[in-house]
């Protein structure tokens, strides 16, 4: 174990999380830590489930004295957001998560931590390995997939669990307890292409250097979109500048905000002795127009980067001319970010969108977005919207995945309880949230009507990035009181 973490571990926290570091586990590649979960269930001889979509389902029966106590399930994800520094050589189909410990803080070397949700893993496992503590009848939810539409809890069969109340552990900031999250739809357009072969130079434009972050949690902090903001500079160089499109490309997931986005571009000329004339006009009108764009993102974007890359001479395969101008027209004007505030909630996203992904591909363009709203009906129109956009210009629109906002509830015995405990131990009460990132509590809530639900988690940021970072004594402090309020919950 890293040696740091032994000096500060508690109750095993940091070992767990540590050891499931170790096993690839992104998105669609959850076989091994599933399999991994099993082996801890076997090996604390707790009833399980392991089912199809590798979700695994612990149960450890209430200790002594505890058996009537309404039980109690643990919730979260195994799989995380698989991102990393650009030309970085980590393969997340085999390597394990290099972990850095820096003050308080512990961060991944070059690539996301997978604290979102490893934490929560960590918590469960060590807490259903600890014998030492006096609880109720403890129910573990452990799902897959969550970053890509939450599939695996929606395949979850919940018929062995007999919980009331369900503890999210899918939080990241402690002293607050979230009790609503919006709901989402994640969908891919798909606009045809044509090509043509024409001669010249081939150049490369790469924008990098942004914010980026999680669609949901950060989609109202003002960063910008990378694959947005290149459309926008193909845009305005088009209007001084005439160029072809060959290639482009943005982004890894549909709910991460992209930080990267390349174009490769042909440039023309009636002789090839002026194609380099052509290249350093170009390249001069470009830094123009970047000066521009880092004035007006001075604040919001402060290390925003352009480089350019000649790739030489030749015969190349570009988009047609009425190809070319259906994809910059959509790149332009496909709506991106906060939609609308809430008129309930100071300061809550109501409805967003984040375009997550965008390819051009030989013969298509595909972009891929996450839709969140916390009401319903916009959600859809936003996605009708896109659907409109979509089909006008010939191409097709298809929702992959949808999932229910978890809605606020006026009544929660569960989060009294909370609050109680909260400020017997620091004298406040707990701050009651909601946000518009999403989560599994609307799906679970569905299969199980009636139960009583909060969300919470210890102090993390930049998560989604390969800024992501856990606080260590946030993660003991809300451990802790996680142990406290599972031995007094009535």
């Known amino acids: 174990m890293n040696s740091d973490l032994a000096k500060v571990d508690y109750k095993g926290i940091f070992y767990y999380f540590e050891e499931i570091s170790k096993i690839p586990r992104g998105s669609g590649n959850e076989g091994e830590i599933s399999d991994y979960l099993v082996a801890f269930a076997k090996e604390h001889n707790l009833e399980y489930t392991q089912d199809e979509a590798n979700n695994v389902i612990m149960i450890k029966e209430a200790t002594p004295g505890y058996e009537d106590r309404p039980a109690i399930i643990l919730q979260g994800h195994m799989d995380m957001v698989c991102e990393k520094k650009k030309d970085y050589t980590h393969d997340f189909l085999k390597d394990p998560i290099k972990l850095i410990v820096d003050g308080d803080y512990i961060h991944a070397d070059g690539t996301t931590l997978g604290a979102d949700n490893g934490i929560a893993v960590a918590y469960i496992m060590a807490m259903f390995a600890d014998d030492t503590l006096q609880h109720p009848r403890l129910e573990a939810i452990i799902t897959t997939d969550e970053e890509v539409g939450m599939i695996g809890a929606k395949s979850l069969d919940t018929s062995s669990l007999k919980g009331r109340y369900m503890i999210n552990l899918d939080s990241e900031e402690e002293g607050y307890l979230l009790a609503s999250c919006a709901g989402g739809i994640t969908a891919t357009s798909t606009l045809p292409i044509h090509r043509v072969t024409k001669n010249g130079k081939r ?224 004298g406040k009460e707990m701050v009651v949230q909601a946000i518009h990132a999403g989560l599994e509590c609307g799906i679970i809530y569905d299969k199980m009507p009636g139960i009583d639900i909060v969300s919470l988690g210890p102090n993390m940021s930049g998560i989604h990035t390969i800024e992501e970072k856990l606080s260590i004594s946030s993660s003991i402090r809300v451990y802790k009181f996680l142990e406290r309020v599972i031995s007094e919950l009535q």
Do not use: C
């Open 203 to 426: 150049v490369k434009l790469s924008i990098g250097g942004l914010k980026g972050g999680h669609s949901g949690a950060e989609i109202d902090k003002n960063r910008s979109n990378a694959t947005k903001l290149l459309g926008r500079l193909l845009f305005d160089l088009r209007e001084r500048k005439g160029f072809d499109l060959i290639t482009m490309m943005g982004g890894f997931k549909d709910n991460v905000i992209p930080r990267e986005a390349e174009a490769e571009l042909l440039i023309t000329a009636t002789k090839d002795d002026d194609l380099e004339k052509e290249w350093n006009e170009i390249k001069d009108i470009i830094t123009e127009i970047m000066g521009i764009y880092r004035q007006e993102l001075a604040s919001s974007e402060p290390d925003l980067k352009l480089e350019t890359e000649n790739l030489g001479n030749g015969d190349y395969s570009v988009l047609d001319m009425i190809s070319f101008e259906k994809v910059l027209f959509l790149l332009v004007n496909m709506p991106y970010g906060v939609q609308v505030m809430s008129a309930d909630i100071e300061g809550l996203v109501e409805s967003s969108l984040n375009l997550g992904v965008f390819r051009i591909e030989e013969d298509q363009a595909e972009f891929m977005n996450s839709i969140r709203s916390s009401k319903d009906s916009y959600k859809h129109y936003i996605s009708d919207k896109l659907n409109y956009m979509v089909s006008f210009l010939g191409g097709d629109y298809h929702l992959r995945n949808e999932y229910p906002a978890w809605e606020y509830k006026k009544d929660s015995k569960l989060r009294d309880q909370f609050n109680k405990i909260y400020h017997e131990l620091y």
